[in-house]
């Protein structure tokens, strides 16, 4: 007499009601044995890595400021914007110059443009602003529109506010100025 499948499935049988009865009895113990309920994982604090950036060839990303891909760094202060009245120089002729002033609540949308209200060409002149260029006035087919192109409506695109944040990385950019110089000296 063949009685194999009769004793795998009495093994098996046997297997499946252990497995309920201990997965059962895990449970009831959880809910009655009083303890209270394991509080979730705190997150460790983060370490202060020293912001130092790396060496340009180990760093992934150089915002991440050359820390390793596990850690975490302390992320810097934000940098404050600069609100001196102090223009910076052009690093060249086209470059959009940076706002010496805060803009703070200053609104720029489809229904108002604040910096308008100071630099556009009427007002100019009972604020002491600069007027905005006359390249603020072209369409994209060099065409002098009677109000400010709608390229150049949206001013913070191109215009960014002064700052006391360090560079990202390094930058060995010199303008056209010492490069000529440069030449004279040879
Ligand atoms: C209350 C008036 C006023 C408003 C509003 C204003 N500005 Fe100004 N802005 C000035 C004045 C005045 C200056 C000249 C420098 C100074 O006194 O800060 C200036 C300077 C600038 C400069 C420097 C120009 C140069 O030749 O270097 C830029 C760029 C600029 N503003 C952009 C903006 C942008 C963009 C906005 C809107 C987000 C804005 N401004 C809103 C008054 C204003
Ligand atoms: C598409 C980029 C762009 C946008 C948008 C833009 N600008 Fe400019 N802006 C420039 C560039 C580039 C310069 C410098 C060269 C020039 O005058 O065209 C400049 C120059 C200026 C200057 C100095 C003008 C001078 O005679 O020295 C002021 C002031 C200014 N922009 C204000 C504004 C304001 C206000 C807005 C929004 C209404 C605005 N810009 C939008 C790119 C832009």
Redesign the pocket.
Known sequence: MNNKPLIVGGLLIVLVSAFVVGLIAGRTSELHSGMPAPEPAQAPPLPAVAIVPGPASQQIDAIRRGVPIDQEAAPPAMARVEN?????N?AYPMQ??????S?DN?Q?DKNS???????SRANADK????PISVTHYMDRDDQFLATISPRRYF??QC?VVQTDAKPLVENGFQDIDTVLSHGKAN
């Open positions: 001196t009245d102090i223009k910076r052009r959009p110059p940076t706002i010496p002033h803009i200053y720029v443009n604040r910096c308008l209200l100071c630099h604020f002491q602003a600069p001013c913070n215009h």
